[in-house]
């Protein structure tokens, strides 16, 4: 090659866009003899490190997955060489220090080896160029996990929906046996009013006898005139109301109403006996200590021989139970669909967000996007047990697999979590060595309760203790904390079956069950468990257990 051809390549060379390198062809050592101005930038060596080095005395393998890097390069050379033919080597992966000499720097690239011949048709020169593929490989890696996340939050979906769909049944089966009972009550109802007007026809026409039948009801039941006056109250509305009638005011019975059920109530009355048939409705009735407690009213007509009505007999039915139950049916279906809601819709968005984004994996709401997903699915996840637990509880079905353990462990194991992450700081104290014999999964599903209940209700409360103590035959274990503190009325309610404190107290998300699973487990365990509490000095939640056996 003339000098002036030699510039020309030597300028073409050193200004090419991709790292190259000449190699002479002495295998096995391949002798690095030049490298291109771009080859200098992406070393990071010196160029008297390099010049003159064998490949493979400049590029060494640090570990196994390395050594088969650099076995595919020296088969590519090998190749080259003797088949005198240009070889693509599949994309190779190296690591090197990074520009601050601390971290590692990944890389993908391409190397082309290209055979140069000298004018005997003899290979003598190797010309290695390299492309820096690093970008492509990062979004094709990239893509390959955002396809595996996808695919595992639509298998974990697909469990959540199948628990939704178990659940889903087991309260429709529960609405069932509400409704059905309802209708049992409402039946006994109806069976005993027919009963009681059956008997009261056949004695109209003895007072004594009929005042005697209305005085063993167990029910408030009194006998008025076509004209409405009350002529009769029986034993049970004495015993109820504590109200003694007047003579001279057949309408004093007005005073047992609740005000706001008056007038609904005199328009229900006076509606029923224009029509000469029977009717009901629902009013609030005042016992004497001053609670009022719902009933259903029943309007009876006493006919004659000719079918004209002579007389009317009245019933009063306590359904308060049954309306509170009813209430809390409703109450608990309205929250379950509000609780359940807001996180499958959650859920919902990010899955729709996530599908937008799967062209463009590297964005960064990615894996916001999937942690979004991964908390709402745990909070649906969370609901769901709840529901199965309590449904477990009712049918008996709660399993204990006891084992001994060292109580003060599992305290460790509970706060840790929430130390590291919040601002809350857990002081655990009393004797640590004390072992009990439970079901530590359950216990520990208590003490979570527990923490988490502390945390949210009392969130400027930084320090919650723990206490350990033992008790005679058990230990006690009791968590306190400094918050606002719990209403006196509240606490005998707190560990009821769907109970949740109103706004005015402790209103949080959730079911209203956590309390009463934990009751229940402590219960199965053969301890106690309770709470103290003072408004504006913070609240003690405890339960004991049985020590090891």
Not at 139 to 160: C, F, G, I, P, Y
Not at 513 to 533: A, F, M, Q, V, W
Request: with cysteine; aromatic share 8%.
């Amino acid at each position: 090659m003339n000098a002036f051809k030699e510039k020309i390549f030597e300028a073409l060379f050193n200004q090419a866009g991709t790292p190259i390198c000449i190699i002479k062809a002495d295998a096995p050592r391949f002798t690095i003899i030049a490298i291109n101005e771009e080859y200098k930038k992406n070393s990071r060596r010196a160029t008297n490190d390099i010049i003159g080095k064998s490949v493979f005395d400049v590029y060494k393998a640090w570990d196994k997955a390395s050594e088969e890097q650099f076995k595919l390069l020296e088969s590519g050379l090998f190749q080259t060489k003797a088949k005198k033919s240009a070889v693509n080597l599949p994309v190779l992966y190296f690591e090197a220090p990074a520009a601050d000499g601390q971290s590692v720097e990944q890389s993908w690239w391409q190397i082309n080896i290209m055979p140069v011949f000298m004018e005997n048709d003899h290979v003598e020169y190797l010309m290695c160029s390299t492309f820096n593929v690093t970008k492509e490989e990062l979004a094709r890696l990239s893509m390959e996990d955002a396809k595996q996340k996808e695919q595992q939050l639509h298998k974990e979906l697909q469990e959540v929906n199948e628990k939704l769909t178990v659940t889903n049944e087991k309260l429709n089966v529960t609405i069932e046996e509400l409704r059905q009972t309802q209708e049992n009550l409402y039946q006994l109802n109806n069976e005993l009013e027919q009963r009681i007007a059956a008997r009261t026809h056949a004695l109209t026409e003895s007072e004594g006898r009929l005042k005697l039948i209305l005085d063993a009801l167990p029910q408030i039941a009194w006998t008025n005139t076509v004209a409405g006056e009350a002529d009769f109250y029986n034993r049970r509305w004495y015993e109820y109301t504590g109200i003694d009638v007047d003579e001279n005011d057949p309408w004093k019975w007005k005073e047992a109403l609740h005000p706001d059920d008056l007038t609904y109530c005199l328009d229900s009355y006076w509606a029923i006996l224009q029509s000469n048939e029977p009717g009901e409705f629902e009013i609030r009735e005042k016992e004497k200590h001053g609670m009022y407690r719902w009933h259903l009213v029943r309007m009876q007509p006493l006919r004659n021989e000719a079918g004209e009505v002579i007389h009317w007999i009245g019933t009063a039915t306590d359904i308060d139970d049954l309306k509170q139950l009813q209430q809390q049916k409703d109450d608990f279906i309205s929250i379950a669909s509000h609780e359940l809601k807001t996180p499958i819709t959650s859920l919902k968005v990010s899955l729709q967000l996530l599908d937008r984004m799967k062209n463009n994996p590297s964005s960064e709401m990615l894996p916001k996007m999937i942690s979004q997903s991964r908390k709402s699915m745990q909070k649906i996840s969370t609901l769901v047990d709840d529901l199965l637990n309590v449904s477990r509880i009712q049918k008996g079905q709660l399993p204990l697999n006891k084992t001994t353990f060292t109580i003060s462990e599992l305290l460790n194991s509970c706060c840790n979590p929430i130390s590291i992450t919040g601002k809350h700081r857990f002081h655990i104290a009393g004797d640590k060595e004390l072992k009990v014999h439970a079901d530590e999964h359950r216990i520990e599903q208590v003490m979570i309760n527990f923490i988490t209940n502390a945390v949210k209700y009392a969130p400027n409360s930084t320090d919650i203790s723990i206490i350990i103590q033992k008790e005679n035959n058990q230990v006690k274990v009791s968590v306190m904390d400094k918050g606002p503190g719990i209403p006196k009325d509240k606490i005998p309610h707190l560990f009821d079956r769907y109970y949740r404190v109103d706004s005015t107290g402790y209103h949080a998300s959730g079911l209203g069950l956590g309390l009463y699973i934990s009751s229940e487990i402590i219960k199965r365990h053969g301890g106690e468990i309770g709470t103290e509490s003072e408004l504006g000095k913070g609240s003690t939640f405890w339960f004991t257990l049985p020590l090891q056996e």
